[in-house]
């Protein structure tokens, strides 16, 4: 309610719920307190930062301390710094209450910091429930697998099938040592077209990736120490990195 001050916002939802005054009052100052918004008590909405609009928001889900929280993008269009404080506030406080919460969102940071399990969404149908490593290694549909955030790379191949791979699955011009190819390994070749700065590469950690054109057109993602822009390579995934796809993308059980 834009015409109340920040404690009223959060008594409103206690109000209709018909809790006694004390007890509403205690627990008001105890939601506030537990997303850090009690310096914000007689503060009006149009005051706000976004950053604490969500923490108002966070202490009247929280007030009536339910037993299921749904979060419908809490952490969007946040800066950096906020979303990281207020991403680490929604496990302690989640944690705290015991209770189950259901967090709709798009970022990988936000599934990976604050969920036990993800569930995969396309288009309003639930394809996979897993953890991290699940989804990314044991996807039962294409789309799935390749869900950005994994980076998985998806590679069409004969008769309208597919494979995935993780970037840091591809072996380039022999990176594995003397292993040589065997039976179901998948072989490509291709151009270094991008990478990203070299003065960058060390903070960007694992997620310095460079781009492979192959001579098909693909896109393949590989690990970007050791390459160099414009380069020709080899790549091979052995057959035990490979998750195979049917036309139809359901996975393909080897």
Known sequence: YEHRSVAENVRAGLDRCGIVRDAARSANGEARDAVGATHLATRTPETLSAGERRRVALARAIARRPSVLLLDEPLAHLDDAVRR????????????????AIVVTHDHLDALVLADRIAFLDRGRLLQVGTAEELADAAQLAVAAGCSWLANNIVPTANGCAIAFRPE??????????????????????????????????????????????????????????????????????????????????????
């Not at 207020?86 to 209770?99: F, H, M, P, T």
């Not at 070299?198 to 460079?210: F, M, V, Y």
């Open 169 to 254: 699955h591809a072996l380039i011009d022999g990176s594995d040592g003397e292993e040589s190819a065997t039976d179901g390994d998948w072989i490509g070749s291709g151009t270094v077209e991008f990478l990203p700065p070299e003065q960058h590469r060390s903070a960007l950690g694992e997620h310095a990736i460079s781009t492979i054109r192959a001579d098909d057109g693909v896109r393949i993602r590989v690990p970007a120490e050791g390459r160099r822009l414009g380069e020709r390579v080899s790549i091979r995934v052995p057959a035990a990195r490979l998750q195979r796809f049917a036309p139809d993308g359901r996975r393909v059980r080897t």
């Open 85 to 100: 404080d207020l991403r680490e506030d929604i496990a302690r406080i989640v944690r705290s209450l015991g209770a189950a």
